[in-house]
């Protein structure tokens, strides 16, 4: 067999198939190589449908790459047109990048932000008066207090799964269902609840049992200031089809589960760890993320044009 005959050419695929594959890598691989690769395969990267799901996953090593992650959500979320329907922004997240989201994805379904401790209260419950379409969200890892999410459960009334987690911890003197009551009180449609590491008690449980009648999966794994039993457990047990108890194995958790012990006060959880030249200069639309940034969305982009 000849070199030619073993030889396939990428650029025959077809253009679906093409697209298909580049949607699997994640949007900074696409903005900071695919694209870069041919024209075909810029062309194919600018299409609004392309940026459906924007992936922005990354290891939080924010202090050592040559790129600024804020800018190429931003750039991102443009390039969907609006037809933005899931993003994930873990470790670089801001209150203006959200806002930014929000007011760009009118119709966003599927929200993940995870050790965005720069996203505050305020920021996320402006946010998420501009996302009535919102059906999944998680919150993992930030610093979010019960106030933002009795707007959220007011502001997204169609919300089917909520993630809220945080680092397990046994000491039983900090107990709160602030945090379980907003929930209870303003997501009656709940299908899906994960409160990993959560400080509510029995009290906090049977608000949410009362308040969320549609439940049909929790996990409350290291929720340690829950004791399920009796008419609780039974409960529980019968009310829903899919139960994670307080002390259950945490091997499909995704995030760091060690225990946290020790220290004083209700702030000193450590954030979630998770298990994981720019362009050619042959393009015209030139553009880059890199280089340090004071986060301004004042639509200058620190003076970049974007296409």
């Known amino acids: 067999m000849t070199t030619a005959a073993e030889t396939r050419n990428w650029l025959e695929l077809p253009l679906d198939v093409t697209a298909s594959i580049l949607s699997r890598i994640g949007a900074i691989e696409i903005l900071n190589s695919a694209q870069n690769v041919c ?14 799901s924007i992936d922005m996953h990354n290891l939080g090593d924010l202090w050592d790459m040559d790129y600024d992650l804020s800018k190429m959500c931003v750039h991102a979320v443009d390039r969907s047109c609006g037809h933005l329907l899931d993003i994930n922004v873990e470790y670089f997240g801001t209150d203006a990048l959200l806002l930014h989201i929000s007011e760009r994805s009118v119709h966003l379904k599927r929200l993940r932000i995870v050790s965005c401790y720069n996203i505050s209260d305020e920021g996320l419950s402006e946010a998420a008066l501009k996302l009535p379409f919102l059906e999944e969200l998680e919150i993992s890892y930030c610093s979010i207090s019960k106030d933002a999410l009795e707007t959220i459960g007011r502001s997204c009334p169609i919300l089917k799964s909520f993630k809220f987690n945080v680092q397990g911890c046994r000491r039983f003197h900090l107990e709160s269902d602030d945090e379980a ?52 457990e039974k409960r529980c047990v019968e009310r829903i089809k899919n139960l994670r108890r307080p002390n259950d194995s945490t091997h499909d958790y995704e995030f760091y589960t060690e225990v946290h012990d020790t220290g004083s006060s209700d702030e000193d959880y450590p954030s979630g760890i998770s298990d994981i030249d720019f ?29």
């Open 279 to 307: 362009m050619s200069d042959d393009y015209d639309d030139y553009f880059e993320f890199s280089g340090d940034s004071d986060y301004d969305f004042g639509y200058d982009y620190d003076g970049v044009l974007f296409d």
């Open 181 to 232: 009551l907003a929930i209870a009180q303003t997501m009656p449609e709940l299908r899906h609840l994960q409160l990993f590491g959560n400080k509510l008690t029995n009290d906090g449980l049977l608000a949410i049992l009362n308040g969320c009648p549609h439940l049909e999966y929790l996990d409350l794994r290291q929720c340690f200031n829950v004791s399920l039993g009796g008419n609780l």
């Open 39 to 52: 024209s075909m395969w810029r062309n194919i990267c600018k299409d609004p449908l392309m940026w459906r």
